[in-house]
């Protein structure tokens, strides 16, 4: 299995700060990451995919990188509706999907 | 726009089989190069992918979850389906039904239902 380690687990920010969550891979996945934000009692909303690729009508505050096994989520001026849990995901190994553990974003 | 919901029982007997099902609207669950996917969440944890399916492929299941689990789509009714049997406890949580997009080599979740909650309890 290859394992997804989210850091921290849990933030309180500001509005208007910069915001940055890490992933870190068990073992390499190359860029095939992809991040999500879940709100209370909601399903998960796409975000990026592909490690650093904005899914469409995802505000441009919102910008992912890294590759291999090391990957950050940035939000570069954090707004209130931005509260919430984000989820990391690989696809590397299609045959076993795996989530990160989630980050608790608090305004 | 592909929209997904998931119907079923809230409460399902320890032992018994979990079956829920996933209609799709604004699309055809046949068309296209999308997969059919079914993803919990057990209560204020992390998500745990079940399993997915082609339209005209064979499902792909975790492995944890492989040696009970049944997922299956119905063309004619544009519907998913997904069968868990021997349920315990730790089977309660919130099930979505999602649409995993291929783009390249990275696959990942573009549209989901809303999400059922199972509760498994005697």
């Known amino acids: 299995d290859i394992q997804m380690t989210q850091s921290p687990s849990s933030l309180s920010a500001s509005v208007g700060d910069r915001v940055t969550i890490t992933c870190r891979a068990s073992?390499?996945?190359?860029?095939?990451l992809h991040w999500y934000q879940q709100k209370p009692g909601k399903a998960p909303k796409l975000l990026i995919y592909?490690?650093?690729i904005l899914q469409s009508g995802v505000p441009s505050r919102f910008s992912g990188s890294g590759s291999g096994s090391h990957f950050t989520l940035t939000i570069s001026s954090l707004q209130p509706e931005d509260f919430g849990t984000y989820y990391c995901q690989q696809s590397f190994n299609t045959l076993l999907i795996t989530f990160g553990g989630g980050t608790k974003v608090e305004i | 726009q592909v929209q997904l919901q998931e119907s079923g029982p809230g409460l399902v007997k320890p032992a018994q089989t979990l079956s829920l099902t996933c209609g799709v609207s604004?699309?055809?669950?046949?068309?296209?190069?999308?997969?059919w996917t079914w993803i919990r969440q057990h209560p204020g944890k992390a998500l745990e992918w079940i399993g997915f399916?082609?339209?005209?492929?064979?499902?792909y299941y975790n492995p944890s979850l492989k040696s009970r689990t049944i997922i299956s789509v119905d063309t004619s009714k544009n519907q998913l389906s997904l069968r868990l049997n021997s349920v315990t406890a730790a089977d309660t949580a919130m099930y979505f039904c999602?649409?995993?997009?291929?783009?390249?080599?990275?696959?990942?979740?573009?549209?989901w239902g809303q999400g059922i909650l199972v509760t498994v309890s005697s």
């Open positions: 592909g490690a650093s």
């Open positions: 999602a649409r995993m997009r291929r783009d390249g080599s990275n696959y990942f979740f573009d549209y």
């Open positions: 073992d390499g996945i190359s860029n095939y």
């Open positions: 604004g699309g055809s669950i046949s068309s296209g190069a999308e997969y």
């Open positions: 399916i082609y339209h005209s492929g064979s499902p």
